[in-house]
């Protein structure tokens, strides 16, 4: 890949876990693209024989990834590996035999720490988390619809920075949002907002693509526990009143979710 690429260590459990450590990787510019003391994968043997992958597990331990695009640059400093991996073979492939089809049941990410910085675009996030646990029934990418049990959120510090002219739009709203006194006439507005860019009149009744994806989700539970969330448009001034949507911070956020549904739908807003 034309960079610095090193595993120091590998372990095949029961010849279906298989346990990479020390993983490091540069970018390009020889900085760290990502460093893991320890990547877990453990694969269902027996759907094999069904011409189907489920990955039981996928944790990620004591990692550190930084993305990042340069001003000027065209590119993330991660595009170098799909671009390395990408097949030059333009043999004609067999499209009447039986697909691979591939499955996941959770993910373990502990202490893991992201930096995604856009120079051009003026954004910056940084984000952390000491544990993210999600179970999942099914990831349904064949039917596109995904049946998650839960997910488990513990410890995320998250700061997202806007310093370019392209928070313009967003400080005009904000300004216009300040002047609403309360908490619920600011959400009902910045909602609103959002669907207005979508929507389709159709005589007094406005209709809105509340997902146009295809894929539908159900969510038995969400949690966060011991969360931070830290927003700023740089440079921006402070709200004289009202809510301050250039300048957001929760702190210690204890948050429970159960029975989250999202579908494919148009929702009319009268």
């Known amino acids: 890949m034309g960079t610095t690429f090193r595993i120091t260590g590998v372990d095949i459990d029961f010849f279906k876990t298989i346990v990479l450590e020390g993983i490091y990787l ?78 996941l049941e959770e993910v373990n990410l502990a202490k893991v720490k992201l930096t995604f910085q856009d120079e051009d675009q003026g954004n910056d996030l940084r984000l952390s988390l000491s544990e993210l646990d999600i179970d999942l029934k099914t990831l349904g990418l064949q039917d596109q619809y995904a049946k998650v049990n839960s997910i488990e959120v513990d410890g995320l510090k998250a700061y997202f920075a806007q310093t370019k002219a392209e928070s313009d739009s967003l400080v005009a709203t904000a300004a216009e949002t300040a002047k609403l006194d309360t908490l619920t006439g600011a959400v009902k507005k910045a909602v609103a907002d959002t669907l207005d860019e979508q929507f389709a009149s159709k005589g007094d009744t406005v209709h809105s693509a509340f997902n146009d994806s295809g894929w539908r989700l159900a969510l038995g539970e969400l949690n966060f526990r011991n969360t931070d969330l830290k927003y700023d448009v740089v440079d921006a001034k402070p709200a004289a009143k009202g809510m301050d949507f250039s300048h957001l911070s929760i702190e210690d956020l204890l948050l429970q979710i159960s029975d989250v549904a999202v579908d494919s739908m148009i929702l009319p807003w009268s």
């Not at 994968?41 to 331990?61: A, D, F, R, Y």
Request: proline share 3%; hydrophobic share 40%; glycine share 4%.
């Open 26 to 103: 540069e970018d390009l510019r020889k900085d760290t693209l990502l460093y893991a003391d320890e990547l877990r994968v453990n694969i269902g043997l027996l759907s094999l024989m069904n011409k189907k992958v489920t990955v039981n597990l996928i944790g990620l331990e004591d990692a550190t990834i930084n993305l990042y695009k340069a001003q000027g640059d065209s590119a993330f400093n991660y595009a170098f590996i799909p671009a390395a991996f990408a097949s030059s073979d333009t043999t004609a492939k067999d499209t009447t035999a039986s697909p691979w089809t591939f499955d």
